[in-house]
């Protein structure tokens, strides 16, 4: 029976341990078994306190989202605004207007885009702190902790301030998350609402633009019916105090542009203090009136601000008409004060009588339904546009810049003022004001880009001069060429300057940007490569400029290339460097900013240099040489210049040949290869001059009153460059008097036999014995 019972016992024992063990099995492979004790709870509640802490740092919004919240507040003002006008009061909106509020809209929409991104970023954050703060729920530490209740009672306080901190916790998360969403929200139904609001107005522009072509009124003979009703007029008012206060949003919302611009006129006005402080302190300013300077260095404040009015409107492409308007004024102003003293007194009186009729065509832009007497004083104002813009003309001779151009600005301110006549008498008041107006502007920017160009140069020429004084340089340079240089960039900022107003007071600006943003940014392929036509433009406009800077950077420090600086080695190195360093980056920049993978030009390269390997080794040697000739310019058309045992001048430069044309008239062939492996003397690089020689004999005894008397009789001559003196050599002394060489520079290198010719003759009737 006893025997029985144990091998009971024995099997029962056995299934006790083997439900043990199945049970530690169970719990895997690799389980920790081992009992957590108090310093494990301690740190898993400290992390789980940390945890909670940065997530409920993380949670607060902060002021960026304040702000958000305000600007879609000012958002419905501006919406509510316009949709009311666009509904009640679209008979009354005029073209003016409706460029003002479409600008608007646009802008709203890109601000609202990049806000909604922000928020979803925001909200993203956020969800993810909402899941870690699940996790932190199911953590089996915790859990652990929660059914040993001696360890319960130990870390009592403890677990209280974690059960606060994790509701506090979910409590900011949930309103930073409900918070979010609401903006998220309210983002949308603004961007919604601009987005209708906006194909309105573009449908309002359309009928606006086809309804100013149609006759509005009767001719100017013909007796006038129409009047307005005080409706009429009182929506008129409020479209006029609708304008008004979306220009203030506007004025708002692009106030960081204002702020750059005025960044940039502080830089301008320092350094051109700075370089004409230099001047002052070397009592050099006569040298400066010799060079022909009108606005600098007096005017440097007022300077200052020209260049920051002048390139307003290329810091807002998108701008509303009135914007563009209030910033002419502001230029009238300023070019008024710094040509008072500038100008000769009848040109000047002639731009007062232009200001005075720009101030009045801007008035006819208020007159809502002009009437019989007030058409009449339309044609009037065209009439005298007509006059004192053709007499502007012919007094500006060459007391303004850019000549050729303002020209061109001035016969087209004239064709339009007629046109703007004509239609007024055939009752297009729309379109008679829409071209008056134009014309007064197109003028008045033209005046003002001409004295900001002007202005541009005169700041240049200032840094090389003070440049050249603080180096200790004194003397006179050739400087017209690199004028020239820099009148090619300068010209084009004008051009597009001139072009964004003209086509604004047109109200055809905002179609043809977007049109052409179209145009750059269409992605187009060609097999395999795909490439955007702004790509491609941004791509040779920078290696233009690299180019450009590279070659003329030695410039700003005072170095004009003459024989005189060639003994500064450390200055023409460290100009040597940066002319590479401006170079490579310009390269590198333009590389990176037109989007070309680096990959299609490495293929590129690689089916170059198969080419290369199959025999067109000196087709593609021409045509690489052609590029390094076009680009970096060692010699330009027109050039005087020796390669080899040809001489003439550059008529032509190709990308596989180039031209040379022969005194004699023949016109030498030379492949760009072979002119680039040999070396080219190049008369006319840098300047005009080449150096003569004379050989003389003067009788007497006093060798300082002879070179003096050799130095004036050379410099004498008009084909002589003065600000180079002439360099005297005693070659053999006797009893009756001196033998000598005189060096000296011609003027241009073409006219080296009129030079010698005419010292010849010179000489002869000084009574000098030529050797």
Known sequence: MSESLQ????????RSDSSNTTRRWRGGFFADTSQLNSSDYQLQIEKTFAVLEDIDNRTQLGNSFGKTRNKLKENDSILAVIKDNVINNSKALNLRNLQVFRTLLVHMEEDLV???ERLDTAEANL????????TLIGDTVLRQLQKDSAMVQEFSTQLMEMRTSWRSTRRHLRESIAAVNRLQTHASSNSVLAGQLLDKLDDLLASAT?????KESNLLWEKDTSVLTSSEKSSIRKVVESE???????FRDSSINRIMLLFIGILFIGWTYRNSYTIRKANAASILREMGFIYLPSAFFIGGLVIILSLAPLFDLSAPSAYVEAIQFLVLIVLTIICWNKWPRQLFMYWLIMVVLYLAFSLTNHIPDPGFWARIGFIFLNILSILFGTLFLTRMKDHLHLKGFLRFVIILHNVMNV???FCNLAGRITLSQLLGNAAIFAFMQAIGLAVFSKICMEAILLQMVASRYRRGITGGFEYNHVMESFNRPILLIVILQWLIVFTTNLNIYSALYDWMLVALRTERTIGNASFTFGGILLFFLIIWMAHLLQKYVGYFFGDAGMDDEVQNKKQRSRLLITKLIVLSLGYMLAVAASGVPVDKITIVLGALGVGIGLGLQNIVSNFVSGIILIFDRPLQIGDSVEIGANQGKVREIGLRS???QTKEGAEVIIPNGDLLSQPIINWTLSNQQQRMELSLRILGNDMEKAAAQVKEFVLSSNFVYPLREPQVLFTKIDADGFELKVYFWCVDTTKIEEANSDLLVRAHQSGLELL
């Open 127 to 134: 969800l993810l702190m909402r899941k870690t703060i699940r």
């Open 244 to 250: 008004r206060k979306a220009l203030n949003f506007y």
């Open 7 to 14: 091998a009971q016992d024995s099997l029962s024992r056995q």
């Open 419 to 421: 046109l703007s006549l």
């Open 210 to 214: 086809k309804r100013i072509f149609g």
């Open 114 to 116: 990049s806000r909604r």
């Open 658 to 660: 180039s031209i040379l």
